[in-house]
């Protein structure tokens, strides 16, 4: 049936990973950089110290040049905001620098690779030859990678089944912050853009939509599928080869925009994850108000508060430097997607206003609710501090009071001892007297031992004595701390 076909029927994939998180060491990020060059072919592999391998010539003399992409030489190049990452890291004259009309961002190019891809390779789908390429990109502190599949004769009028086939080919990649999915072809005139595209999703996703929303790009029919379940499926129905032709410029662009896109709503998914553990540690807190208004509380208790407060507060910071993320990328969207339909409609007709929506949802809602979120948990924050002012004179309390209890103790202890001593002295005179009207008159003993165990018996009963109506005394005579 004609509605479900399309010439030069093409599957991308847009997805992003990020580089480097707020505070996170070499490791991590020697970790992300793996995680996102694993997405690549095998025969591409880059390690966190920058040795790559490749099992074929082909790809021997790309990677040999221009792949030495660990996480050390990314950062060397880091400065610029757009980083293709599959060019040469290294020397660039001045003649071989780019500067994107768009945005201000660097392509550093060789004679090597100069399309900055590197080729996807699958087997052919009943007789026809596919054809695709890997577009790997650093945008600031975020990866990004573009994959595209496709039939190699573009001319190919084929089913929009393929799809599935597709996916398959390009397989189940890695992305921490989001993936896009896009797909585009062109149509015979006669042809409902409509039924192709609701086609097209149910193969790709395997349901159909429920939520579509419409728009015009470069005089293509497109349809917008975001759903909470699956990733963004674009569809872009164009009118001939000439216009999708044209799209394809438009590649970097759309990396840009949907990685602010993924940023924001990974951004947000932080915040809400960062407030429901304010709200946990927030009720750690109250219990612990509560536990030292009824005076039930213990050290071990007041010690696990303590780091309780304190990640509140790393917390509640965490949420800010999330609000002005958030802040930033709808900005940067907006702008992206200001300069996108300011090109594409100088060149046919274009209406991006379901893109635009996106900016509303972001500001109304996620945006909003950080900042009420920040606003809510900053309110609490001086409860913390007072709790912890508190805690910490509780735990000066506790240590006094046990230093008392050691003071107690030795001077008891020193009485006693000094009794001992007085009585053992006093009892020495009369130890042979004691010791023939006592029991141990009775112990087939020395004259002499008997007297010294008589004289040490006496000492030590009156310096237990002492030493305990000592501390008896202490204790109720010394004031509290």
Known sequence: MTSSFLSDLSLDLFLFHLKEGLGEGKEKIDENCATFWSNLPSEVAVSADGESQASSTEYLKLLSTIIKASANEESKAGSTEYLKLLTAIAQASADEEL???????????????????????????????????????????????????????????????????????????????????????????????????????????????????????????????????????????YPDRDRMNQATKFYDAWLRLFCYYSKINWSYREARQCSRGLQSSLGGINQTIQAINRSDFDAIALKKNIKKSADYIVQLSQLEIIRQAIETNIINYRHCLERIQSRAEKIDATDLKFLQEFTTTATEKYQAQIIRDCESFQSGLAVVRSLRETIAALASLEQAERDRHLENLIASVGIGVGTA??????????????????????VPLPQPWRNFSTAFSISLVVGFLCSAIAWRILACWRPKK
């Open 99 to 237: 500067q994107d009309s768009s945005t201000e961002y660097l392509k550093l190019l060789t004679a090597t690779s100069k399309d900055n891809t590197v080729p996807l390779v699958a087997d052919p789908l009943e007789g026809k030859p596919l054809s695709g390429y890997y577009y790997p990109v650093l945008i600031n502190d975020t990866y990004g990678l573009l994959i595209d599949c496709c039939f190699a004769d573009a001319t190919l009028n084929v089913p929009v089944s393929y799809l599935q086939d597709f996916k398959k080919a390009i397989g189940d990649k890695q992305g921490d912050l989001g993936k896009v999915w896009m797909i585009s072809g062109y149509r015979d005139r006669a042809a409902s853009p409509e039924k192709i595209a609701q086609s097209a999703y149910n193969k790709l996703v395997g349901k159909d939509w429920q939520r579509v929303q419409i728009g015009k790009f470069l005089g293509a029919e497109v349809f917008a599928v975001f759903s909470v379940a699956e990733p963004p499926v674009l569809i872009f129905i």
């Open 421 to 442: 001593s007085a009585a053992a002295s006093s009892a020495a005179n009369f130890a042979e007297e004691i010791a023939t009207t006592s029991p141990l008159n009775q």
